[in-house]
C-alpha cells in the first residue's frame, strides 16, 4: 500500500499527487520522471491520470503532463494495459497531438530533402516502414483512452467521480470516501549533483560530460544525455530534465554551452531541451527538418504558445544526410538511426580524433536481415546498419530492452579491442554484465572524459577571440578591432581570496573574466551590495569612463583568469565606437541602484549577472510629477517600465485589477513587441520612479534572452 498523509493523498518526491482508491491509484499531473516515484509501488504505475488546469511551466519549460513513460510503462511491461487520461475536450486536443508525434511519430514525412542526393542516397531508409515494423499497436486509442469532464465539471471512472472545485481544487469521490487535491500540481527537482566543483569548470579543447546514463525506468540515475566540449564550448546532446539547474549546482557557467543536438522526440530526449532554450542566451538547435517538425508540434501544443513565437527563441540548423556540418570547429556527420520515431545518430571529427553515437538504436545484424527479408530496409539502407564503423576511436553506443534498444549481450560479443572503444549509454547499472571489456557512461562532471588530442594551430588566438566574441559591448566590431585585441591583452591571474581591485584608487586598466568569479563590496550605491561576476563577464570600466577612483572592492571568489587592457589602450581600442557612450549611460543608470531593484525583484530576480548588465544598458529612469496614463487599454504603445519605487495601477473595463511595485514590470511583452493593443491601462501615481525600456529595446534583448521573454509574460489577472 501506498502511504497516504492525513488528506488522504500522497504529495510524489518529484511532484504530482497520488490518491490510492477502490479503482487503483489515481495519479493527478505527471511532471517528468514522476514514473520513477510509482513504479516499485504495490499496485504499480498508476493507469489513470488527471490533468492540472496549467500542465506547463513554461517559465521553467517544464511539462507536467508527462505521460509517454507511464503509457509506455502500463502497455509494454503491464501486459497491454491502456492508460486513462482525465481532462478537459482542450487537453485531449493539446495530448493528442504531443501523444501522437511520440507514440506514433510524424503523420507525414518526406525525408528526401534531408539528404544530400535525396532518396538516391546511400543508406536512404524507408523510415514509416521502420515505425511500422517496432510499433506493436496500430494506433493510439490501443493504448491510451481519455475521459472528459462534462459541463457540470465532473467525470466518471467505474465507482469513482472526480469534479473540478470553482477554487481550481479537484474533489474525489470514492463511496463514502472525500478527497481534496490541490489544483495546482507543483514540480521538484530531483537529482545527484555528484562531485560540485570548488573552482568554476573550465571547458576543455575536447572532452565529454555524462548527463545521465540509464533510461526513463531506472529510479536510480538520470535518462541519457551528455555534453560534448569542442574548442572550450559546449554542445548538448538530449539533455535530460533539470540538466540545467544540475549544471550551475556543479558549478558550470551556463554560457559555455551554446549549441543542442536534439536526436528526437520522445520526453527522455527533448524534455530538457525546452529548459535549456529559456536559461539564458540564445541557443543553435541541430536537428533534421523531421525531427524539429516533431518537437515544434509537440511543444506548441503543450505550451500553446504560436509557432512563430517559440520559433524566435532559438536558432535552428537543420542538418543533411551526407553533408558535414560544423559545430565548433568539429565537422560532424548525421545518419538516421533506427527505431520507432525518426531518430538520428551522427559521427564527429576534430583533429586527430574521431567519435561516433548511435541515438537510440537496434543495432542486430539478425534483426537487419529479418527486416531486410520482409521488404522494410532497402539494400543501401541495409548495407549501411550492417558497416558500422567499430573503427572510431570513441564510440558511445546505446543499449536497452530489444526490439527498440540494441542488447548489450551483442556489444559484450564484440572482439575486445572494439569494447575497449565502447562507452555504454542508455542502460541501467545493474543490468551492465560482468566479465566484459565495455565502460558503462558515468555521470558527472568530475568524471568528465578528456581525450587526447593534438591542439589546432592559432589555439591561442582563437580561446582569446572566442571570448571577446561573447562580451556583449564589443558586438559587432570589425575584424580589424580583433587584431587590435589580440596585440594590447594581457592574462592575470589571481587567486582564491586576492584582492583585485581597492576601493578609492584610481583606475589603471580594464577586466575580462576568462575563467573564475569575482565578488564586489562596498558599491557606492548600496553599501550592504554584493554582486558577483563570472566568466565572460567585464569589470573596471567605470572608473576609467569617468575619470573617477574605483567604487568597489573587488576580490577573487575562485581563483581567476583575466584578461586586462591597459587604460591607454583601452580608450584606443573603443574609439569610434558608441561603447565610450554606451558605457557612461551604464554607469550613471546603475548610480540609480538598478542591480538591487532588478535582484530583488519577483519578474526578474531570477536573472544572470550577464542578463542584468544587458537589461541596465538599456534602461532610461523617469520620475512621474503628476497622475500619468502610461499605457492605455485598447492603444498601442511604445514602451514597457520597471517600477523603481512607487505604485502603478492596472485596470481594465475602469476596474482595479492589481497595484505593482518596486521591481514589477509594467506592460504586456507580446504586445509590445508585436505592436499591438493593450489588454490593460496602466496608471503611475505621483511621484513613482519607472525604469523605461522602448520597444526596439525590448525586442532586441529578449532575441539575445529568450528565457527572460517568459518571465515578462506577466498575467494581471
Keep these: 500500500m501506498v502511504s497516504s498523509e492525513p488528506n488522504g493523498f500522497t504529495a510524489l518526491p518529484r511532484g504530482g499527487y497520488l490518491v490510492d482508491t477502490s479503482e487503483g491509484y489515481i495519479q493527478f499531473g505527471s511532471p517528468p520522471e514522476t514514473i520513477k516515484d510509482t513504479m516499485g509501488l504495490e499496485k504499480k504505475t498508476p493507469l489513470v491520470f488527471v490533468l ?10 517544464i511539462s507536467i503532463a508527462e505521460l509517454e513513460f507511464p503509457i509506455y510503462f502500463n502497455f509494454f511491461f503491464r501486459g497491454g494495459k491502456k492508460t486513462f487520461i482525465i481532462c478537459s475536450a482542450e487537453q485531449k486536443e493539446q495530448l493528442t497531438i504531443v501523444l501522437g508525434e511520440s507514440l506514433m511519430g510524424p503523420q507525414e514525412v518526406n525525408l528526401s530533402s534531408e539528404f544530400i542526393d535525396g532518396a538516391e542516397s546511400f543508406g536512404f531508409p524507408d523510415i514509416k516502414a521502420e515505425m511500422a515494423y517496432f510499433r506493436s499497436y496500430k494506433t493510439m486509442e490501443e493504448v491510451v483512452e481519455f475521459v472528459l469532464f462534462d459541463d457540470s465539471h465532473k467525470a466518471k ?29 507543483d514540480f521538484h527537482v530531483k ?18 560530460t555524462c548527463l545521465g546514463p540509464s533510461h ?5 540515475d538520470n535518462t541519457s544525455g551528455f555534453i560534448i566540449w569542442l574548442n572550450g564550448q559546449g554542445i548538448m546532446v538530449d539533455p535530460p530534465v533539470n540538466s540545467t539547474e544540475w549544471l550551475r549546482e556543479s558549478n558550470v557557467n551556463p554560457k559555455f554551452i551554446n549549441s543542442i543536438i536534439l536526436t ?44 512563430k513565437e517559440i520559433t524566435d527563441l532559438f536558432d535552428f540548423i537543420p542538418v543533411v544526410i551526407g553533408r558535414p556540418t560544423i559545430i565548433n570547429g568539429g565537422e560532424f556527420y548525421f545518419h538516421y538511426a533506427l527505431h520507432s520515431i525518426p531518430s538520428v545518430g551522427f559521427e564527429f571529427f576534430f583533429q586527430d580524433q574521431s567519435f561516433y553515437y548511435t541515438s537510440d538504436h537496434l543495432n542486430d545484424p539478425e534483426a537487419f536481415e529479418d527486416m531486410y527479408k520482409k521488404g522494410v530496409l532497402p539494400e543501401t539502407r541495409y548495407q549501411f546498419l550492417k558497416d558500422f564503423p567499430w573503427d572510431r576511436n570513441i564510440i ?3 543499449a536497452g530492452v530489444p526490439p527498440l534498444h540494441t542488447k548489450i549481450s551483442y556489444l559484450a560479443s564484440l572482439p575486445e579491442e572494439v569494447q575497449k572503444r565502447i562507452t555504454v549509454y542508455h542502460i541501467a547499472a545493474k543490468d551492465m554484465p560482468k566479465g566484459n571489456h565495455l565502460t558503462l557512461a558515468k555521470f558527472g562532471i568530475e568524471n568528465t572524459l578528456y581525450p587526447e588530442i593534438t591542439p589546432p594551430k592559432h589555439q591561442e588566438a582563437f580561446q582569446l577571440l572566442e571570448i571577446l566574441s561573447q562580451i556583449d559591448i564589443f558586438s559587432g566590431f570589425p575584424i ?34 576568462a575563467s573564475g568569479n569575482v565578488r564586489f563590496e562596498g558599491l557606492s550605491s548600496d553599501h550592504s551590495a554584493v554582486k558577483r561576476y563570472g566568466t565572460y563577464e567585464y569589470f573596471g570600466e567605470a572608473s576609467l569612463i569617468l575619470d573617477t577612483v574605483r567604487q568597489a572592492d573587488v576580490y577573487a571568489e575562485t581563483d581567476v583568469l583575466a584578461l ?11 574609439r569610434g565606437s558608441k561603447l565610450h557612450e554606451n558605457l557612461i549611460k551604464l554607469n550613471s543608470i546603475r548610480e540609480t541602484n538598478t542591480w538591487k531593484t532588478l535582484t530583488e525583484s519577483q519578474t526578474f530576480r531570477g536573472l544572470t549577472s550577464y542578463q542584468v548588465t544587458q537589461l541596465e544598458l538599456i534602461l532610461k529612469l523617469e520620475t512621474v510629477k503628476k497622475e500619468a496614463v502610461l499605457i492605455e487599454e485598447g492603444q498601442t504603445f511604445q514602451n514597457a517600465y520597471i517600477v523603481r519605487s512607487g505604485t502603478v495601477v492596472v485596470m481594465q473595463n475602469h476596474k482595479t485589477i492589481r497595484e505593482l511595485g518596486a521591481g514589477d514590470f509594467v506592460g504586456e511583452i507580446y504586445s509590445l513587441t508585436k505592436g499591438l493593443p493593450s489588454h490593460f491601462s496602466f496608471i503611475a501615481w505621483p511621484g513613482t520612479e519607472l525604469y523605461v525600456l522602448s520597444q526596439e529595446d525590448a525586442i532586441q534583448y529578449i532575441k539575445k534572452n529568450p528565457g527572460v521573454y517568459m518571465k515578462l509574460n506577466t498575467v494581471y489577472n
Design 480 to 513: 580589424e578591432k580583433a587584431k587590435e585585441f589580440l596585440q594590447i591583452v594581457k592574462e592575470e591571474r589571481f587567486r582564491r581570496g586576492e584582492q583585485i581591485i581597492k576601493k578609492g584608487t584610481h583606475g589603471d586598466r580594464f577586466f575580462i573574466i
Design 564 to 574: 586586462t587592457i591597459e587604460k591607454t589602450r583601452f580608450f584606443q581600442f573603443i
Design 191 to 208: 537529482y545527484d549533483i555528484g562531485k560540485r566543483l570548488e573552482e568554476p569548470f573550465q571547458p576543455p579543447l575536447i572532452g565529454i
Design 157 to 185: 471512472f467505474g465507482g469513482i467521480t472526480i469534479e473540478q472545485l470553482p477554487s481550481n481544487e479537484f474533489l474525489v469521490v470514492d463511496g463514502e470516501k472525500k478527497i481534496k487535491i490541490p489544483g495546482e500540481v
Design 216 to 220: 526513463g525506468f531506472d529510479p536510480s
Design 396 to 398: 558511445y553506443h546505446e
Design 52 to 61: 492540472p488546469n496549467k500542465f506547463f511551466h513554461v517559465e521553467k519549460g
Design 264 to 307: 528526437h522526440c520522445h520526453a527522455d530526449h527533448d524534455a530538457g531541451t525546452f529548459q535549456k532554450i529559456l536559461e539564458e542566451s540564445k541557443i543553435t538547435i541541430y536537428a533534421t527538418a523531421t525531427v524539429m517538425e516533431s518537437f515544434l508540434k509537440k511543444y506548441c501544443s503543450l505550451t500553446k504558445i504560436p509557432r
